[in-house]
């Protein structure tokens, strides 16, 4: 059995931690403008080494990540594990198996499954039961060639992977 090369190319493209980081930008705040997910606040800064923003207003845990509040706000694995997962899963008509994500990511089997399973949950707690087992996405984003598309152009399909939001518990 072979790797589709689709998510060999989603694995290599999020390996790329600035791709992961660009990615959940647009995926969570559309508008470009970071906001404090626990307070909404937009007066935060980018603590660029710890990979965290600090929000300045007063409340406990001002720290935040592309994590928090996702499903993978507690997961010890990266999102350089989970978004290829998201991508396959969101993208791929055949699905995905855990085998395929395990040998595609190096996690254990039984990792890839859990993966696997806590996506697709957080889908279908979406979709009110249903899997949503097919949304088009457009492959551009992941050839990382957006910025330099027309802007009408860009925020169509950036919008499309907006449909993503569902697969990360947003
Ligand atoms: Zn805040």
Redesign the pocket.
């Given at each position: 059995m072979e790797l589709g090369s689709a998510l060999i190319q989603a694995v290599s493209f999020f390996q790329n931690y600035e791709n992961c980081h660009k990615f959940m930008v647009e995926l969570r705040w559309p508008d470009g403008e970071v906001?404090?997910?626990?307070?909404?606040?937009g007066?935060?800064k980018y603590l660029e080494k710890a990979r965290v923003w600090k929000?300045?207003?007063k409340?406990e845990s001002?720290k935040?990540s592309l994590k928090t509040g996702t499903i993978f706000e507690e997961s010890p694995l990266g999102l350089d594990k989970w978004l290829p997962a998201v991508w396959m899963i969101v993208n791929d008509k055949n699905g995905i198996s855990s085998w395929e994500l395990h040998r595609a990511l190096g996690v254990t089997q039984k990792t890839a499954w859990f993966m696997l399973h806590r996506i697709r949950l957080a889908m279908q707690d979406e979709k009110g039961g249903k899997l949503s087992g097919h949304v088009e996405v457009d492959e551009s984003m992941i050839g990382g060639k957006s910025r330099n598309m027309h802007r009408s152009k860009r925020a169509e399909k950036i919008r499309g992977s907006l449909r993503l939001r569902p697969a990360l518990g947003l």
């Open positions: 906001v404090c997910p626990r307070c909404g606040s007066h935060v929000c300045y207003a409340h001002p935040f």
